[in-house]
Structures are given as structure tokens and as C-alpha cells.
Nanobody, 124 residues
Framework: QVHMVESGGGLVQAGGSLRLSCAAS????????MGWFRQAPGKEREFVAA????????DYADSVKGRFTISRDNAKNTVYLQMSSLKPQDTAVYYC?????????????????WGQGTQVTVGS
């Protein structure tokens, strides 16, 4: 059984910060790569950030580079997304994803497990 549960979403004003968490259990808990994706209304899902098992390799979408930081705590089977300097265009449902094997990847179809999503709304 696989569970991935996101938390930490909410409403924040532009320029503010939020930290998302995603706790993995079951087969997802030992995934080599964890990632965050987001989907805004009327738009396709897009890659946000990803991190490998050691935390030594990370990747970010250009739109969030320098503002978002991905990290993971393997002892807690949890991946985090620290979001700062938030903009209204960051408003979306944010999903965490896990990849059983392989390296950091920007393509969503390469991930094996997904959370249910958490809403982030940034007011102007």
C-alpha cells in the first residue's frame, strides 16, 4: 500500500512564504527521487522541483529557482518544499511525487506515486 500525504498549503499574500510537506509511507517511502509538481486552473501540470535520495542532486523549474528549496528527511520519509517570495502566479494545486528508481526527472510520467495535492493560493 502506498500513501503520500501533502500538507502545508494555504492562502498567503504575495511576497510571503509557505512550507509544504509530503509524508510517504509504504512502497513510496524508499523512493530514490521525490518531486513536486503543480497545476493551476486551466493549465497543464508542470514540474517544480525534484531531489534525489542523498539530497545531493536537486533540480528546479526556472520559474521557481532562487525562491523555492526542496529538501528531504529520509528518516521521516518526508520531502519538503520551502517557498519564499511567493507570487500570484505560484497559485496552484501542488502535488508531491515519488520515483522508485532512476535519477532526478522533470517529466511527470516518470514518477510512480502521487499525493492528492494541496492548494496554494497567493493573493496580490
Amino acid at each position: 500500500q502506498v500513501h503520500m500525504v501533502e500538507s502545508g498549503g494555504g492562502l498567503v499574500q504575495a511576497g510571503g512564504s509557505l512550507r509544504l510537506s509530503c509524508a510517504a509511507s509504504g512502497r513510496a517511502s524508499s523512493s530514490s527521487v521525490m518531486g513536486w509538481f503543480r497545476q493551476a486552473p486551466g493549465k497543464e501540470r508542470e514540474f517544480v522541483a525534484a531531489i534525489d535520495w542523498t539530497g545531493g542532486t536537486t533540480d528546479y523549474a526556472d520559474s521557481v529557482k532562487g525562491r523555492f528549496t526542496i529538501s528531504r528527511d529520509n528518516a521521516k520519509n518526508t520531502v519538503y518544499l520551502q517557498m519564499s517570495s511567493l507570487k500570484p502566479q505560484d497559485t496552484a494545486v501542488y502535488y508531491c511525487a515519488a520515483r522508485r528508481s532512476g535519477g532526478v526527472l522533470r517529466i511527470g510520467t516518470g514518477y510512480d506515486y502521487w499525493g492528492q495535492g494541496t492548494q496554494v493560493t497567493v493573493g496580490s
